[in-house]
């Protein structure tokens, strides 16, 4: 069997009482593409990730993840998927090499195959040298790394992330941004979550931007500026008044603007207004889209 | 033949067989998990889970031995020492399902990583319970063995005490896994340990036998599975097995299937939203 998409949701609605965390979410991942949902939190994000593995049961909507139904099938999927959660849940008093261990086990990865996975997973987390080091003497960054091996002992064939890279520290999210483009270069399949906007550009085939439970836009992050934010943005600093002015002229002129507390930000224009001249980018489609920052 | 360093196996075809409930790689990974994670702690499980019970043993067996020299029939040392045999399948069992599952829920989330995996909350639930049975089994025999050595004579019918311990620890660990389930903090055990396990492992024969105790206690100690756990041991310990016993084992294995079911329906409520 092959699916054409590796993750398709039509739909799909999670109430959590009053709250509606996702609300009418549709999500197409191809096979061998890299998705990035972008989005502020309390977007969905999170909760679309646990449908996708059935820890989640949606109230409304259809969900298939490589061709099976969640969440009736959602073991079958899951053989097949690796996720890298957003906090961390390794064993703390067990070593690298046992943790990777348990989860060869749990992801069933076949007897004499075992080794070579194990050993797969501390080359890909550069930890070859620390494998019987407590994870609780590793560094943040290790950690991640190794979150992130340990989802792929099996090789699955769709990798989650949610947050790969949150709380790090920069040149740590750049290591990590070049593990994911290698899975990426060897094809897999990847649905990622985050709230940066360089991360979403760098990494993702295409964009979903989410906003309240919602995808307010989808496609390539070129793409998405170049329709919504155009190629180049003017920034106008100033005072407050000074800026009110701008944003009513810009509104005259049918120019959509966005407010950065020091500056704004006329979009669509390259001239006309006494300001800085800067590429447009995704945080400013984000931002014109959904109304609000996403930091 | 070509080592394959890829992450990846974006093989369409790859791994489609049918899964379905409770199976054994499912359970045998939560299991390797346990003993992996035990092999860093089994010093203190086992210090505790032995020193205890023996303690008890000691201080009532010689304390209230001097006092009186049988009880039920039996020297008061032995009485005490296949009572309390109980008392190390409760708090080898019990205790740790109780606040071994709520922190790994609350603050490791080790089952969201477990669930992320192909494994369903109930061969979660099972594998952990049978692990819990199984150290239940081996630490129960312990003050048993400490009797032993205090004059208790060895029989074959004691090669059934394991069992029976197995049996009663799956239940207490379930029922463990139970209340962890139901618990929203872990100031909720502390009734539960008070109004509800001090309570069962006092009346259950352990140190005094039942039969002098106003009605009402009688009739708690008969619905009490540390009870029947407890005459199950002595029974066999003493070589005096009879019809009643196999009564008592089908009470055990009662109380272990509806507990199983009620531990599985907690978990899933605590863990699947």
Redesign the interface.
């Known amino acids: 069997m092959s699916s054409e998409l590796a993750i398709d949701l039509r739909g799909v609605v999670k109430r959590y009482g009053p709250i509606t965390a996702v609300d009418g979410l549709d999500v197409q991942v191809p096979a061998g593409t890299c998705v990035g949902l972008l989005g502020p939190n309390g977007a969905g994000k999170s909760t679309t990730m646990r449908m996708l593995t059935g820890q989640t049961i949606a109230d409304e909507g259809e969900l298939d993840v490589l061709g099976f139904k969640m969440p009736g099938e959602s073991k079958q999927a899951r053989a097949q998927l690796g996720v890298t959660p957003q906090l961390d849940n390794l064993d703390v008093t067990l070593t690298v090499e046992q943790n990777l261990l348990v989860f060869t086990y749990l992801y069933r990865v076949p007897r004499k195959e075992r080794k070579a996975a194990i050993a797969r997973g501390l080359e890909l987390a550069r930890l070859e040298d620390r494998r019987d080091t407590r994870v609780d003497k590793l560094s943040g960054g290790m950690r991640r790394r190794l979150l992130i091996a340990r989802s792929l002992v099996h090789r699955p064939r769709l990798v989650l992330l949610d947050e790969p890279t949150v709380g790090l520290d920069p040149q740590i999210r750049q290591e990590l941004w070049a593990l994911i483009d290698r899975l990426r270069s060897e094809g897999t399949t990847i649905l990622m979550s985050t709230h940066y906007i360089e991360e979403a550009q760098r990494l993702a085939d295409t964009v979903l931007i989410m906003s309240h439970g919602k995808a307010v836009a989808s496609g390539a992050p070129v793409d998405l500026v170049a329709e919504h934010a155009g190629s180049e943005v003017l920034e106008v600093y100033g005072g407050p008044a000074r800026l009110a002015e701008v944003e009513a002229e810009a509104a005259a002129k049918g120019l959509s603007t966005r407010r950065t507390g020091t500056s704004v930000a006329v979009l669509g224009t390259s001239d006309g207004f006494d300001g800085e001249r800067r590429p447009a980018n995704l945080e400013d489609v984000f931002v014109l889209l959904t109304g609000e920052e996403i930091g | 033949m070509v080592s394959?360093?890829?992450?990846?196996?974006?093989r369409?075809?790859?791994?489609?067989q049918?899964?379905h409930r409770f199976e054994r790689?499912?359970m045998?990974?939560?299991l390797?998990?346990e003993i992996?994670?035990f092999s860093?702690?089994w010093r203190s499980a086992t210090f505790s889970s032995t020193v205890e019970p023996t303690i008890y043993l000691l201080a009532f067996g010689f304390g209230f031995g001097s006092l009186v020299s049988r009880v039920g029939g039996y020297k008061y040392v032995e009485f005490v020492g296949t009572g309390t045999v109980a008392t190390a399948v409760l708090f080898s069992s019990a205790f740790p399902a109780m606040f071994g599952t709520f922190v790994k829920y609350q603050f490791?989330?080790?089952y969201?990583?477990?669930?992320?995996?192909?494994?369903?909350t109930e061969e979660l639930v099972t594998a952990e319970a049978l692990w819990i049975a199984t150290r239940a089994g081996v630490y129960g025999c312990v003050p048993m063995i400490v009797a032993m050595f205090f004059g208790l004579p060895p029989r074959w019918e004691m090669f059934a005490v394991p069992l029976i311990a197995w049996l009663a620890g799956f239940g207490w660990g379930c029922f463990g896994i139970t209340v962890a389930g139901f618990a929203k903090s872990i100031e909720n055990f502390s009734y539960v340990v008070s109004a509800v396990l001090t309570p069962l492992f006092l009346v259950a024969g352990t140190f005094f036998p039942l039969n002098k105790l106003p009605k009402w206690a009688q009739v708690l100690g008969e619905i009490n599975p540390l009870h029947h756990c407890v005459q199950l041991v002595r029974d066999s310990a003493f070589g005096v097995l009879g019809w009643v016993d196999l009564a008592r084992v089908g009470a055990l294995m009662l109380f272990g299937v509806l507990i199983w079911r009620l531990a599985i329906f907690a978990m899933q409520r605590k863990?699947?939203?």
């Open positions: 394959d360093t890829r992450w990846s196996d974006t369409s075809d790859a791994r489609t049918r899964l790689p499912a045998a990974g939560v390797v998990r992996v994670n860093s702690y490791q989330r080790t969201d990583a477990i669930l992320a995996a192909p494994v369903d863990l699947i939203d």
